[in-house]
């Protein structure tokens, strides 16, 4: 072969190219690159949901036009021009703008799989071989702090939105509350669900916050096209709260503080079964630190005792909570 065929990789033959890869070393490279990576897809990530929703917000507005103001109607059209007219570019494939926003997310997590299959192809005697199986060391590393960092994001957006979409303090009765805050007894406050409700008997529109440490209740009732909210309930800590298995779209949440037991209705069959599921793993969680702290001496809250595990079980089959003690 001549000097200038050795230079023109496409003539190699496979054994050529079987002996050059022998020698090249990526692992040093991916594991310097990884490095970096957390903090950047944490971002990424976090604001990935929040791109999809803006944009099936834009795409659904276009047909209604009902939006807010003249500013946010044009901004929302012109958007909607330019992504059509993007989407019309044959170089895309006919896909939308969210499928190409997923991409970095599915990368950040498919590192891993690909470093651990170079690696299984890699002898332990190649120099490469420490480098790859430390790049894969730092992947798995990065996905989870991705994730983790992500949802804390994530998390901090949620309580901002919230706290500005609702007048806390007319609903606390002029108390202040700071959302996003670290709680003595369960750390950081994390959203977990909202979501409208209404109330079995009556059929009053209630819409429910529930958060890591208490549950909002509130009466929900559309004025000139807004939406206002009315305290309905004062807060219920996560400890003190039970809710009962669903039958169809209906539950029953339990505040064990007062006894009140509470007949609410969802949307759907499959919305009251993700309430209470997603109310007892809280509660639960809640109760078992309230426990835990309560044995240990440590004070929390001005609370000085709970209801015993065995009363909690009786309520939740059935029984009042207003006929069960509670435990020193």
């Not at 690159?33 to 971002?43: N, W």
């Not at 909607?80 to 950040?108: C, H, I």
Request: glycine share 4%.
């Amino acid at each position: 072969m001549s000097e200038e065929d050795e230079n023109d990789a496409s003539k190699w033959s496979e054994n050529q190219v079987l002996d050059y890869f022998r020698n090249v070393c990526i692992g040093d490279v991916m594991a310097s690159y990884l490095k970096d990576f957390s903090e950047h897809y944490a971002q990424y990530s976090a604001n990935h949901d929040k791109a999809i929703e803006y944009l099936k917000l834009v795409r659904e507005s276009s047909s209604r036009l009902n939006l807010r103001n003249d500013a946010t109607r044009d901004a929302h059209q012109k958007l909607l021009q330019t992504l059509e007219q993007a989407e019309k570019d044959p170089r895309v494939r006919r896909l939308r703008l969210e499928s190409f926003l997923l991409a970095p997310v599915q990368r950040v997590m498919r590192y891993p799989l690909l470093l651990e299959a170079l690696l299984k192809y890699t002898p332990e005697d190649h120099p490469d071989h420490e480098d790859v199986a430390l790049a894969l060391s730092i992947s798995g590393s990065v996905a989870t702090e991705v994730d983790r960092k992500s949802e804390e994001l994530m998390n901090r957006q949620r309580l901002a939105e919230l706290q500005s979409t609702f007048d806390w303090a007319h609903l606390l009765g002029g108390v202040q509350l700071k959302l996003d805050t670290f709680t003595k007894l369960v750390g950081q406050r994390r959203f977990v669900r909202k979501g409208p409700l209404r109330k079995a008997s009556s059929g009053k529109h209630l819409y429910a916050i529930l958060f890591n440490d208490f549950m909002m209740i509130t009466v929900s009732d559309r004025r000139g096209g807004v939406w206002c909210y009315e305290p309905y309930r004062l807060p219920i800590q996560t400890y003190d709260l039970l809710a009962r298995e669903p039958i169809k779209d209906q539950f029953e949440l339990v505040n064990l503080k007062n006894g009140e037991v509470l007949q609410l209705r969802a949307d759907t069959a499959g919305d009251a079964s993700d309430w209470v599921k997603d109310i007892m793993k809280t509660a639960n969680y809640c109760y078992d630190v309230m426990c835990e702290a309560l044995r240990s001496g440590i004070q929390v809250s001005k609370v000085k005792s709970v209801i015993s595990p065995e009363a909690r079980s009786k309520i939740l089959q059935g029984s009042k909570p207003t006929a069960l003690g509670k435990r020193h």
